[in-house]
């Protein structure tokens, strides 16, 4: 053959444009800019120093990274707590009606994310469905204040992603070769060990997946927390946000950006050592007929 | 041969039939299995083997009938809690543990405090010579080696049956070989039942104590290897066992069978009418002059030790298949016009009802 692997391939050009244009270049120059200070009335002091990386670390702003990791951490846990269970069921329903159930799963992703919010502020508020249902079933006390607490923003961040953790949890269960699971029946382990000891194991990879998806996306998530959280409430994506559109402060917004960047590349190859691990693994699952 | 038949059986299959929607898989199998044999199921790919054992192993129900394991109906046990293991035709090795935590894990299941599972595991890895490979994934072993550890994974347990679904047909021709030897071996060494599925016949009369030939999910024979070899029930079983001619004529009521101007008496007459007369290579004779039925050469071909001369005649589909020892066939050419005669007392006669055609015979 004369394909030679050494040689670049064209037609890979226009994707890495794309990525160096749209990718690379912001990136960039929001590294750039987080090493300069803000004007005196807007705009950027070109004067190299890492004094907005120390400002990341005083408390008020680190106690909102914080908070922000905690949320979508909590967010990711629930989301795979409960998509795995959905994923499992799916993956032991007849081949045939599989492809429709992952339809049904992911169907509410294809409505506009704002209106899926904006739906919960509808279930949530005082004069909301929840509370008019739990008056309908004879509760009296004072309506319940969901909206606008940490607890609305986790349910909105896990209902809006929990589409994508079944899908990964779904793709690693899918390819599970089940004559394991019967293995480990065979060598004496019941349905709970051999969950516990096989199936689970061998499904971390899309656990990881979906988990570091969800955890990436809440922690940066500037919309969900301005909607349900209110105004009360902030997280890094609100306070970057802030920075680059109201306290115009460039450099810092860059700064925290960056932070948040990094902290998202860590996670990623965690999750792509997870992958390449896997995949490792099924290969070596089969005989070599 | 085994005499095996006046003891009670270890595993007895009691008319099972398994149906897949309309489809029998396992259609109404009556078998008796018993300790310390080494059984073969045979029979085409399709045929129901896989079902049978996974009914066995507790992975299928049967539609009707029942399984009894040493007289007791296993059918309300798990799979878990069956004293028996199945080594699955994908090896079906776990991918996140090594050699040796595969082989261990049976074992914790059973409870057995650490150091009788290290002592178990070490023991079958060095009767299976897996000790080297102990810490190695199963991602960074050779077909022949995962072969192995499977086999070891489900002998470390001891188990009172062993199934053996297909275990060396990933495998190359000269490991296989290899493998057939090492099976007895550690089938004699362990004292363990084995049931080993293959579609090999050749494996399966080299390894057997006794072998089913099945087809579409019915029982066609049970027996020694001999047994079927020399004398099958049936012209797919005759057929599907190494090589056999096959000549249509008719049987007459005094028992000899005449095929053109060929006459003999076949070692088992069967009722009159057409009929089909099946016969060994290595049971016909040829001749360029003399009597017998007429035919020309149509090839030869040389194995070393003997030649098989193909002998095309009136009264058979296939060319039919002689052997001559290879110093002696010398005389003969492609063409020449021969006579075959068969040693009558080998030949075997079956009614027309159970007729096997060629393209039968190149389906199998
Ligand atoms: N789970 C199943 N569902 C439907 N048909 C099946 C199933 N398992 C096996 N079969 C059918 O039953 C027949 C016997 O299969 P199998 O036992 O795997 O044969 P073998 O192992 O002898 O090749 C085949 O026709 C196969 O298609
Ligand atoms: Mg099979």
């Known amino acids: 053959m004369s394909y030679n692997a050494a040689r670049p391939n064209l037609l890979a050009a226009p994707a890495v444009l794309w990525l160096v244009a749209f990718m690379i270049v912001p990136c960039a120059l929001i590294l750039l800019f987080a090493f300069f200070e803000r004007g005196v009335f807007g705009g950027i002091d070109y004067n190299f120093n890492f004094g907005n990386f120390a400002r990341v670390a005083d408390p008020l702003y680190a106690g909102i990274f914080l908070r922000s990791a905690r949320i979508a951490l909590t967010a990711a846990g629930l989301a795979i707590l409960i998509a795995y269970p959905a994923a499992y069921a799916i993956t032991r329903a007849p081949a045939s009606r599989q492809p429709i159930l992952l339809f049904f799963a992911v169907l509410p992703f294809w409505s506009n994310y704002l209106i899926r919010t904006y739906a919960w502020i509808v279930l949530l508020n005082r004069e909301g469905l929840v509370n008019n249902l739990l008056q309908a079933l004879g509760y009296h006390g004072e309506p319940l204040s969901m909206l606008y607490t940490e607890g609305a923003v986790i349910t909105g961040l896990v209902y809006n992603y929990l589409p994508f953790v079944i899908l990964a949890i779904y793709s690693t269960l899918s390819r599970l070769n089940p004559e ?24 971390l990879s899309g656990v990881a997946a979906g988990g570091v998806f969800v955890f990436i996306l809440s922690i940066g998530n500037f919309v969900t ?41 860590v996670l990623l190859m965690f999750q792509a050592h997870m992958t390449a691990r896997a995949s490792g693994e099924t290969k070596g699952a089969n005989a070599d007929a | 041969m085994t005499g095996s038949m006046n003891k009670k059986p270890l595993l007895t299959i009691k008319n099972v039939t398994k149906k897949f929607g309309p489809i029998a898989a396992v259609d109404g199998i009556d078998l008796d299995i018993y300790e310390n044999e080494f059984f073969a199921l045979l029979g085409p790919s399709g045929c129901g083997k896989t079902t049978l054992l996974r009914m066995i192993a507790g992975f ?15 059918a309300p046990l798990p799979p878990e809690k069956r004293p028996l293991n199945l080594m699955f035709q994908s090896y079906a090795l776990f991918p996140h543990m090594t050699v040796r935590q595969n082989l261990a894990y049976g074992l914790e299941m059973e409870r057995l405090d650490g150091q009788e599972i290290r002592r178990r595991v070490d023991e079958t890895l060095a009767s299976t010579d897996l000790s080297e490979l102990a810490d190695r994934k199963p991602e960074q072993l050779s077909g022949g080696q995962k072969q192995r550890v499977a086999l070891a994974r489900a002998l470390v347990k001891k188990p009172k049956l062993l199934l053996l679904d297909e275990p060396l047909g990933a495998l190359d021709k ?27 016949q050749e494996e399966a009369l080299v390894m057997a104590d006794r072998m089913a030939i099945l087809k579409s999910g019915r029982l066609l024979q049970v027996g020694s290897p001999e047994e079927i070899y020399e004398a099958p029930s049936d012209p797919f079983v005759a057929n599907f066992i190494g090589v056999m001619n096959f000549v249509k004529g008719t049987m007459d009521s005094d028992g000899s069978f005449s095929a053109g101007d060929y006459t003999l008496r076949p070692g088992n007459p069967v009722k009159s009418g057409p009929a089909l007369l099946a016969v060994r290579p290595e049971h016909v004779s040829i001749a360029t002059d003399g009597q017998g039925l007429a035919g020309v050469i149509s090839d030869i071909a040389y194995h070393g030790l003997d030649r098989v001369v193909h002998v095309r005649t009136a009264v058979s589909d296939a060319p039919v298949q002689v052997r001559v020892e290879a110093d002696k066939g010398r005389g003969l050419d492609i063409g020449s016009s021969v006579h075959l005669t068969f040693n009558a007392e080998k030949c075997r006669a079956f009614d027309a009802a159970g007729s096997v055609t060629a393209t039968e015979k190149e389906k199998i």
């Open chain 2, 174 to 200: 000269k490991l296989r070989e290899r493998m057939q030897l090492e099976l007895k071996r550690l089938q004699h060494e362990a004292g363990i039942t084995f049931v080993i599925v293959t579609h090999d």
């Open chain 2, 60 to 74: 299928e129900f049967p539609t009707s009938g029942a399984i009894l394991l040493s007289g007791q109906d296993i």
């Open chain 1, 225 to 265: 927390p301005a909607l349900l959280g209110g105004g009360r409430f902030q997280m890094v994506g609100n306070l970057v946000y802030d920075q680059f559109l109201s306290a115009n402060d460039w450099p810092f917004g860059a700064a925290l950006g960056m932070v948040l960047i990094t902290l998202m590349i």
């Open chain 1, 180 to 203: 394991l699971i019967e293995a480990s029946r065979d060598l004496g382990a019941g349905p709970v060990r051999t969950f516990l000891k096989v199936t689970l194991p061998l499904s």
